[in-house]
């Protein structure tokens, strides 16, 4: 029972951060290759505040707020660079972020930060978790429909007409990116205090990758694709343990064999069979 | 003197990067592909290299093995993964490629074992050099030798030789370079064979440098490459090798300076981070 719940904790967590990550690349258009950091910013920040006897509910407010002021900042940075230059800072943010905590003996280094206070079973987090997702998925459909996605919707099309016909789109921007990155930080702090122990490695490149791929597998800018994807690639590792030496590999070829076939994940496949799109 | 030395040092790490960021480059100025599998590339030939310099004694064929696989596999990749998808977001490719990447890399831990394999005998590796005080081994000296070699001889080739102009022609306009009777399909597979095979010799001579090739050996210097790419103004040759050599010196100090405060990996991209910021489009301008 407790396998089932911590599967079913992590596949919410991953609905999480797929759909924060969604809101940024999906809906506004920015491609980010560093959102393991954000999740670890609010993982670290959230094990800090619980470690020195902070009440719970507010260790986890201070995970969203530390990884959301973050994505604030490095939304600046995307109001300053496009595209693919994009892409490359948000990967660099990533390692200078794992490059900064393996360094500071505050922050644990490499040990990271164990006995991280508990306050709830298995049961109390599965529920967190799969209530943040639920949030999060009406979110993401309620944003979808608003003024605001029509906005994101633009800005990730052209951005130069976009701000032709008056749309904000610095605006817009740091707003996809508080979004997204802050429910990051709160599917971290959720993670660190159910594991009760963080470390680096948990938040390095492959694991922005991993949460790139639930949202390209699921197919991009489609919040029920998203879930999909993210529920899936959660799952399928555990179904297949007996493969457990070929992960990686079968991974990549996965990830290669989806943009190969159906670059538009999921929601391209539903649309091509029914002809609708997947909201 | 101290400060000379971390120069050097930085240097011969900045040729190393060279070797890797060219063919990244060559690939995005032709395809605005962000080509992170060319790791792949570099550690496919680290290890025929190692394999056939363990097998036959004899570094020069290790290196002829190592460039020929090395150049094929890379316009296989081509072939195979990127053809398809060109007309795609450009994400696609770029995942595609980190699949590729991730794959492989296990790929090479299933074949090759995931501790590392070392070159049962490396002349290079202990054999010194010394000028003006500031010491050098051998290797040390081939990879800038190397360097210097390979990246004149593909500027001659860009700039004297028919395939060269074709080549420009074709990064400049396709469709143009089409019209007037260039193969855009041979400039393609030409780009990816001398992008891979550069990647291949830079493998050989990683591994003899660190007398270890081991699977993930590609990955964090294809991460740093893209780093060096993006410095240089994507597509911007000359961009790329300034690019390379201010990050092998700024890492060389970085590490003295910044050691308590971040680790290596990180200061390229906090270097990165910070010369975007000033500078949006790169070192020296966009090419485009």
């Known amino acids: 029972m407790d396998y089932y719940l911590s599967v079913a904790t992590f596949a919410a967590l991953n609905v ?44 986890v407010l201070v995970g969203v707020v530390v990884a959301g002021a973050f994505g604030v900042v490095v939304g600046f940075a995307a109001l300053r660079v496009r595209d693919d230059f994009l892409a490359i800072v948000t990967m ?16 644990g280094a490499e040990m990271g930060i164990a006995r991280i206070p508990s306050p709830m079973g298995k049961g109390g987090y599965a529920l967190m978790a799969i209530g943040a997702a639920i949030a999060l998925v009406l979110l993401s459909l309620h944003v979808r429909r608003s003024w605001m996605g029509r906005a994101f919707d633009a800005v990730a099309q052209d951005e130069d007409a976009a701000r032709t016909i008056g749309v904000d789109v610095a605006g817009y921007k740091t707003v996809a990116f508080l979004l997204g990155t802050a429910s990051a930080g709160l599917a971290g702090a959720i993670y660190a205090h159910m594991t009760q122990l963080i470390v680096p490695d948990a938040f390095n ?40 030496d070929y992960k990686l590999l079968v991974y990549g070829a996965l990830l290669l064999l989806v943009m190969r076939f159906s670059p538009e994940g999921f929601a391209g496949l539903y649309r091509r069979v029914t002809g609708r799109r997947l909201a | 003197m101290y400060y000379v030395e971390l120069l050097v040092i930085g240097l011969v790490w900045g040729c190393t990067y060279a070797l890797m960021a060219l063919g990244l480059t060559l690939v995005y100025g032709l395809l605005r592909i962000l080509h992170v599998a060319q ?26 093995a190592a460039t020929l696989s090395a150049g094929l596999l890379g316009p296989l990749i081509y072939r195979l993964v990127y053809e398809p998808i060109l007309d795609k977001p450009p994400f696609v490719a770029l995942v595609a490629s980190i699949g590729v990447l991730i794959g492989m890399e ?85 780009n990816f064979f001398i992008a891979s095979a550069l990647a291949g010799i830079g493998g050989v001579l990683v591994g003899l440098l660190n007398n270890l090739v081991e699977p993930a050996m ?36 970085g590490s003295v ?28 301008g966009g090419a485009h």
């Open chain 1, 16 to 59: 999480v951060l797929a759909l924060g990550l969604n809101m940024i690349s999906g809906f506004c258009g920015q491609v980010s290759l560093g959102h393991a950091a954000f999740y670890g910013l609010g993982a670290y920040a959230a094990a800090l505040c619980s470690v020195a006897g902070m009440p719970f509910v507010l260790s």
């Open chain 1, 92 to 107: 660099g943010v990533g390692f200078l972020f794992l490059g900064v905590v393996r360094k500071q003996a505050w922050l």
């Open chain 1, 205 to 244: 490149f492959i694991q922005s990758i991993t949460i790139l791929a639930m949202v390209v597998v699921g197919g991009i800018g489609s919040t029920l694709g998203v879930v999909l994807g993210a529920v899936l690639l959660t799952v399928m590792p555990e179904l297949f343990r007996f493969i457990n």
């Open chain 2, 39 to 64: 790791a792949t590339v570099f550690t496919l030939g680290a290890y025929i290299g190692l394999l056939v310099a363990n097998r036959t004694d004899s570094l020069p064929l290790a290196f002829v």
């Open chain 2, 106 to 190: 296990d790929g090479f831990r299933l074949i090759f074992g995931p501790y590392g394999l070392s070159f049962d005998d490396n002349p290079w590796f202990t054999a010194t050099w010394s000028l003006g005080g500031i010491t050098l081994n051998l290797v040390q000296i081939w990879m800038v030798a190397a360097a210097v070699v390979l990246l004149s001889a593909f500027a001659l080739f860009a700039a004297r030789t028919r395939a060269g102009v074709a080549w420009r022609a074709t990064v400049s306009d396709p469709v143009i370079a089409q019209n007037f009777g260039v193969s855009v399909m041979r400039v393609r597979y030409l």
């Open chain 2, 218 to 253: 590609g990955s964090v210097i294809s991460y740093k490459g893209l780093a060096i790419i993006v410095l240089g103004g994507l597509g911007n040759v000359p961009g790329t090798l300034v690019a390379s050599l201010a990050l092998g010196v700024v890492e060389s100090f």
């Open chain 2, 257 to 284: 300076f910044l050691d308590k405060v971040l680790d290596r990996d990180a200061m390229a991209f906090l270097f990165l981070i910070v010369v975007l910021m000033v500078r949006p489009k790169g070192l020296l």
